[in-house]
């Protein structure tokens, strides 16, 4: 085979393998859309964080703002606190509600952001006052289930405990 | 009584002792071959004539098992992911069965069956006729002029051949899916997108096929060099290249895949 | 130590684990001789040739090739050593995927600096020498046995060596070729001033080009002498050898248990 031709076949398949690398970043992967080289930490305490993980969205509005950058136990307060990397783009005020919601009923857990109406805004290393535990399954059927027995006997008697209206 | 016993240990020792003498070998070969690489690296040439006898002689064979595996994924993910109504999502069993898993193994059982033997067949026949001997001869050390530049080839060719089978066939999964079966376009690759991470599954699987690439050459060219000079003997070791490398790709995707999600 | 050997051999023993090859061998071959070591299949005459390149090592012994002792070089200084010596494979040992013209072209372009232009000269000359000029641009394959035999001749010559060595260069010839090749040997001897070892069993051939010929049995020399005094030879060995006997002091039958004993028939009576 000449020396040209060689060349020519292998510069194809080279050119081909990564154009192949580079679709499965850009166009499979979300190499593109989740870039958050430039990000701000906050911290947040949450009294439980359920099934949350590391690296998981934080959602604003629905937009991912930001990702779960780290998870640790805080053996002062006995709570969880997770640092946000929230993407520099964006900013939001002091008083932001910071909430471990779940995608759908049984989906990934992630952290929602709901902007307040302070104008001071949130800036590196602050720390989101307001926080909304991981509603977890269990509690709540447990809760659920409470709640009937406690309906159940308050109807055996009625003298004892009137109901709420 | 003590024959008998004796008779039964020898009969085990023998093939583990050869065994393990063949393993030193095997080591000592593969240490040999990157002590040597550096006429490779100085003779770039070289490396490119075995990247296109091991790559780009295995594109086709790549491309279209690529195609298929993808429209495979496609059909079989619809149906089952249908009867729990998230058809939505079959953009990402697709990609992620193909980045993670089936494109550096299949890519990889592929290149051994394709490129592998070549490799080990050559080396082989180079051997049967004397042409590492008159190399040495020649004062070229075979294993710096013959076996460094094919191992290189390999190296480089199987991250690259296994990218073009995730590629082609996340394309094929989308030609079934979207284009055959009726899934939204948007959702196809949005809920991809969502749900493939560059690093944890599209490098890790990189790294993956970059070491199938190192295994898979290192073992057809040992089998190659070690066969015995006959038609017998090379024709062996090409059934032994595909059998070992297709049993060390599987258990060290194992290895691998656990380490990854360990060290995750 | 004379000068004018170019390779000696003293007591040289080998073999390959616990089988014995080789059994205190001595032999010299002085420059600018054609040297023949003749012996039947498997007499340890290749592995004579192998143990004078360096690519075996004996057990004991010593092998001296231009006054150095090829069994105490490192890898460095035998891939000098080796630079200066050529070998023709039994088949030719071209490689396979590069034309006639890059087989012989191969050691220039790996061992020296020489521009492309001269290589191509000094490649057709080389070819010329042996009649195949017309050949360059033809892959191996494309060639009969003989003519991959010549070029991978001109191959052994390319950089001027000063030792030859010969494994079985006339087995599977026609005998034009087969006369072709003898001449070639002898010719490129006298020509180009080098040294000639031809390992053999093709007795007539080799007769006539040879000036010492040396006869290997059992890992051991049988015998030595000059073409004539060969010819003259009244060894049983040698006689059997030229003659081409079918018995003698090498049997016709292998090694075996009684025959009769082997058929059944002692065990009837």
């Known amino acids: ?165 | 009584m003590m024959g008998a016993v004796g008779r039964f240990f020898a009969a085990i020792g023998h093939p583990v002792i050869d065994g393990i003498e063949r393993l030193g070998f095997a080591s000592r070969f593969f240490g040999l071959i990157l002590l040597r690489s550096g006429t490779s690296l100085l003779r770039f040439g070289l490396v490119i004539r075995e990247i296109f006898a091991a790559g780009v002689l295995s594109m086709l064979i790549i491309i279209v098992s690529g195609l298929f595996v993808g429209m495979v994924l496609g059909l079989q993910g619809y149906r089952t992911l249908q009867t729990y109504g998230s058809a939505d999502s079959l953009g990402v069993l697709v990609a992620l069965s193909l980045v993670r898993e089936l494109g550096p193994v299949v890519a990889a059982l592929l290149f051994a069956g394709r490129a592998g033997t070549a490799m080990t067949t050559e080396v082989g026949l180079m051997k049967t006729t004397e042409q590492l001997s008159a190399l040495s001869m020649m004062a070229v050390d075979p294993m710096a002029r013959v076996i460094a530049p094919r191992f290189w080839g390999g190296v480089i060719a199987m991250p690259l051949l296994a990218a073009i089978f995730s590629a082609v066939g996340v394309f094929g999964g989308y030609l079934v899916g979207v284009v055959l079966l009726g899934v939204d376009d948007g959702t196809f690759w949005s809920q991809m997108q969502a749900a493939v991470d560059f690093r944890e599954d599209i490098l890790n699987g990189v790294f993956k096929s970059l070491i199938f690439g190192c295994v898979i050459s290192a073992i057809a060219l040992f089998e190659g060099y070690d066969a015995p000079p006959t038609a017998e003997g090379v024709s062996r070791a090409t059934t032994r290249t595909v059998v070992t490398s297709s049993l060390a790709i599987l258990a060290l995707d194992f290895v691998l895949t656990a380490f990854m999600f360990i060290g995750v | 130590m004379s000068n004018d050997n170019l390779v000696e051999i003293r007591d040289l023993s080998f073999a390959y684990g616990n089988r014995p090859i080789l059994n205190g061998i001595n032999l010299t071959a002085p420059r600018g001789k054609v040297i023949a070591i003749m012996g039947g299949s498997g007499s340890g005459k290749t592995t004579l040739l192998r143990l004078i390149g360096g690519q075996l090592r004996p057990n004991a012994g010593e092998v001296r090739v231009d006054g150095q002792r090829v069994d105490q070089l490192n890898t460095r200084e035998l891939y000098a050593l080796r630079r200066k010596m050529g070998m023709l494979f039994q088949f030719g040992a071209l490689f396979t995927d590069l034309s006639v013209f890059d087989n012989v072209a191969f050691q220039m372009r790996e061992h020296t600096d020489l521009p492309e232009a001269l290589i191509h000269d000094l490649v057709l000359m080389k070819l010329q020498a042996v009649g195949l000029r017309g050949v360059s641009q033809m892959m191996p394959a494309e060639l009969s046995g003989g003519m991959a035999r010549r070029v991978a001749l001109a191959r052994a010559v390319a950089l001027d060596p000063m030792l030859i060595m010969y494994d079985e260069p006339f087995t599977g010839l026609d005998p034009i070729s087969l006369g072709v090749i003898g001449n070639l040997i002898r010719r490129m001897t006298d020509t180009l001033g080098l040294t000639s070892i031809v390992v053999t069993h093709d007795i007539q051939e080799s007769l006539k080009i040879v000036d010492y010929v040396y006869f290997v049995s059992n890992g051991v020399i049988e015998a030595e002498g000059t073409p004539e005094e060969i010819l003259a030879s009244t060894a049983p060995f040698v006689h059997q050898f030229i003659h081409g006997e079918e018995d003698g002091p090498v049997p016709f039958h292998y090694p075996a248990a009684d025959y009769a004993h082997d058929l059944g028939l002692g065990a009837r009576t």
């Not at chain 1, 629905?62 to 640790?72: A, K, L, T």
């Open chain 1, 1 to 165: 085979m000449q020396r040209g031709v060689l060349d020519l076949w292998v510069g194809l398949f080279v050119a081909a393998g990564l154009v192949a690398l580079v679709m499965l970043a850009f166009k499979v992967g979300n190499i593109g859309t989740a870039n958050m080289s430039d990000t701000y930490s906050v911290t947040a305490q949450f009294d439980n964080i359920g099934g949350l993980k590391v690296r998981a969205p934080v959602k604003s509005a629905g937009v991912v703002v930001g990702r779960v950058s780290s998870i640790s136990f805080d053996d002062k307060t006995y709570e969880a606190t997770v640092t946000l990397g929230l993407d520099k783009r964006y900013t939001f005020p002091k008083d932001t509600i910071a909430a471990i919601l779940t995608a759908g009923l049984l989906g990934e857990q992630y952290v929602g952001l709901d902007a307040g109406g302070s104008d001071k805004k949130l800036a590196a290393g602050d720390k989101i006052q307001i926080t909304q535990s991981a509603i977890v399954l269990e509690s709540l059927i447990s809760q659920f289930l409470f709640n009937k027995a406690a309906n159940g006997s308050a109807k055996s008697e009625p003298a004892s405990a009137p109901a709420a209206p």
